[in-house]
């Protein structure tokens, strides 16, 4: 398997303007991760599904954020408008659905609004 | 709730010299624990993991972490660094088959 694959790697968008960050997770997880890093906050989880159902999104600001998973191989996460505060890597992982494995990164999606 | 501690934000260490980073839970019961490393420019990626099957675990790249629950500790050590072991690493928890919590991350610098 190719592993977690995130597109694209870099965006650079102006203010106000929508961004979408895709990934495909490994094929056969039932969990699917989105994180934000910052030098700031360090690494936050900002929403996760369970089987495509969203299980907890408490850490992704409603206002402007939003996620989906149409199918089991294909999440998105869209940002409208973004904001400079929005700068950072979003990571996405998915695991299996036993708790003692470990979640798989992919490479990440480095964004810059200016 | 579910949480972990790590001590220390940044460690710096000798080159051959041991690396000692500490993690701790908090929990009366002991969950599933692993390290991850995050290298620059890339994602986070799995040093270790304890699944209740034995207390000293071995990673990769020389690695190791004792699981102790009368400390909630999973202290991850290398008996001797190298250079290329510069990155940052994060302890994590997971109870169920839900969501991990990770650590805020320690940074590792290894001087030449």
């Known amino acids: 398997d190719a592993g977690v694959i995130q597109s694209p790697r870099h965006e650079v968008t102006e203010m106000g303007q929508e961004v979408t960050l895709r990934c495909k997770p490994i094929s056969g997880h039932d969990y699917l991760f989105w994180y934000r890093q910052t030098m700031m906050q360090g690494l936050e989880l900002l929403v996760y599904?369970?089987?495509?159902?969203?299980?907890?999104d408490s850490g992704m600001p409603k206002d402007r954020f939003s996620a989906k998973m149409p199918n089991a191989s294909f999440s998105t996460l869209k940002i409208q408008p973004s904001e400079p505060r929005d700068s950072a890597v979003y990571f996405c992982a998915s695991s299996p659905g036993q708790a003692n494995t470990e979640a798989f990164f992919g490479q990440g999606t480095r964004l810059t609004v200016v | 709730a579910q949480s972990v501690t790590q001590l220390g934000s940044h460690v710096s260490v000798s080159e051959g010299a041991l690396v000692l980073l500490r993690c701790n839970y908090s929990s009366s019961v002991p969950p599933y624990l692993f390290w991850y490393v995050q290298y620059p420019n890339q994602g986070l990626q799995l040093l270790l993991k304890y699944t209740s099957a034995a207390t000293l675990v071995k990673g990769i790249n020389g690695f190791e972490a004792e699981f102790k629950k009368s400390e909630t500790s999973f202290h991850l050590t290398k008996p001797s660094a190298h250079m290329s072991d510069a990155a940052e690493y994060f302890c994590?928890?997971?109870?169920?088959?839900?969501?991990?919590?990770f650590g805020d991350g320690t940074t590792l610098t290894v001087k030449p």
């Open positions: 599904f369970n089987n495509k159902a969203v299980m907890d």
């Open positions: 994590a928890v997971r109870y169920n088959a839900g969501k991990s919590t």
